[in-house]
């Protein structure tokens, strides 16, 4: 053993001495993890717990449909939910959540040039205005500066009964949006399905089947034997 001595002192366990600072900064960094193993504040853990979840939030309200994920952080989820379920209440725009700017998709895309409704463009306004026309093409760019500065009155000739019957007789209401009709990104490119109804085919579509107007659908046979769509069970079609 006396032989050997020096070797096993390098297997030998270290004894246990006062720790250094670095040591003890550490081991206490190590105690508070554990104690807080998600990394959150005590006071913030605490919130968290007294947060209702989302099942619970559904169960206890009359229209569970109306719940969403973040309702549960309200500071009243409850009385929330009630308000969302009143009749005419306009809920917030969804863009609200999202991390990119309104419009941002937008930017890069050229806008049409505006369009003169019917009723004013049948009055030929629009070619008196013309600045590409025959008249401006001739004058020089000193003179249309001038006009531009001084414009003479009275110039425009077009028949004021002409004006009278485009704004007060042939005017027609613009569309107008509905109570709580909110507008959203690529509302413009959704399909517009209010003129469709369902089991009717257009003349567009029969010519696209290849099957004549008084000639049954080719999906009749399935719905036959496997009955109307679930979204229309009591779909009434003809044949």
Known sequence: YEEFKHVFQHFATPKEGPMTRREESDESDDGEQRRRPDGLEGADKRKQQKLLKVAQLKALVKRPDLVEVWDVT?????????????????????????????LQNKRGILKP?????????????????????DKEAGRLVRQKLKERMNPKLGKIDIDYEVLHD???????????????DIYFEGREDEVKTRTYKPGRISEDLRVALGISEFAPPPWLTNMQRYGAPPSYPYLKIPG
């Open 74 to 102: 309200a500071p009243d989820p409850l009385l929330l939910v009630q308000l969302k379920s009143y009749k005419n209440s306009v809920p917030v725009p969804r863009h609200w959540c999202q991390k990119r700017k309104f």
């Open 113 to 133: 040039p505006f369009k003169l409704p019917e009723n004013i463009e049948n009055t030929g306004i629009s070619r008196l205005r013309d600045p590409f026309n």
């Open 166 to 180: 485009a704004f007060f007789k042939y005017n027609k209401k613009p569309k107008m949006s509905q109570h709580g």
